[in-house]
């Protein structure tokens, strides 16, 4: 099916652990976007990428890692998890251009205990 | 930077009744979008309506419908005959016209509640 796919929908890690979350699209979109939602902040940019092998920094990037070998995944990667990374994490994509909206993934819950 | 401000972190209308959500940007653009997205407790964002900031008219979307004051750099959500299902969190976003500035900044959402 056409869509964007996160995986795990949820996860309990210690801190310390690394952690990987995953996302694949289908539309071939250029565009692929790390979010992390947390109370009282909305939703704020971790890491973006613009096309394979060109990833930018968001807002918050501190303890993330990401990577784009391929223009369909945008795994996001938590090197050392920490208490302050619990969150919930969502990945979207849009093509470029004019008033394309962003396609958000159905979103992980990460806790770190 | 741009930023968005979502002044209501809650608000209640009763079912059939019409809501207003308020959302207020600063940007130093001239050419910008703006979009309203829906979070139900499922989790999931849903775009509803979008707006393009070179356009006057303001966007529709059946029952939902926006107010576009581009100099007061207001943007609110109107909802008329609210839904049951319209109970969510909505959140204001703003992006850029540039090229490679693709990225949404959000406000801090409002929750909406329909009493029934």
């Known amino acids: 099916d056409a869509g964007i796919t996160q995986s795990p929908r949820y996860k309990i890690t210690e801190t310390g652990r690394q952690v990987t979350l995953m996302c694949h699209q289908t539309?071939?979109?250029?565009?692929m976007f790390w979010y992390r939602q947390d109370l009282g902040h909305g939703l704020r940019l971790i890491y973006y990428?613009?096309?394979?092998?060109?990833?930018d920094k968001g807002e918050v990037p501190d303890g993330y890692v990401v990577s784009r070998s391929k223009t369909e995944n945008f795994p996001l990667t938590l090197e050392s998890a920490t208490r302050s990374q619990t969150s919930v994490y969502f990945c979207?994509?849009?093509?470029?251009?004019?008033?394309?909206?962003?396609?958000f993934g159905d979103g992980t819950r990460l806790s770190i205990l | 930077a741009q930023t968005v401000t979502q002044s209501q972190p809650e608000m209640s209308v009763q079912e059939a009744e019409t809501v207003t959500l308020s959302c207020t940007y600063d940007?130093?653009?001239?050419?910008?979008?703006l979009f309203w997205y829906k979070q139900p407790p499922s989790r999931q964002m849903i775009l509803v309506i979008r707006?393009?900031?070179?356009?006057?008219q303001n966007a529709t979307e059946n029952r939902f419908s926006v107010n576009f004051q581009k100099a007061a750099k207001s943007f609110s959500l109107k909802i008329s005959d609210s839904q049951l299902g319209d109970a969510a969190m909505y959140f204001c976003?703003?992006?850029?016209?540039?090229?490679?500035?693709?990225?949404?900044?959000f406000g801090t959402g409002t929750r909406l509640t329909i009493i029934p």
């Open positions: 707006q393009e900031a070179y356009k006057q």
């Open positions: 979207a994509s849009s093509d470029w251009g004019g008033n394309q909206p962003q396609h």
């Open positions: 976003a703003y992006r850029s016209a540039l090229r490679g500035n693709e990225k949404l900044t």
């Open positions: 940007t130093s653009e001239s050419d910008y979008y």
């Open positions: 539309w071939s979109h250029s565009y």
């Open positions: 990428s613009a096309a394979a092998d060109i990833t």
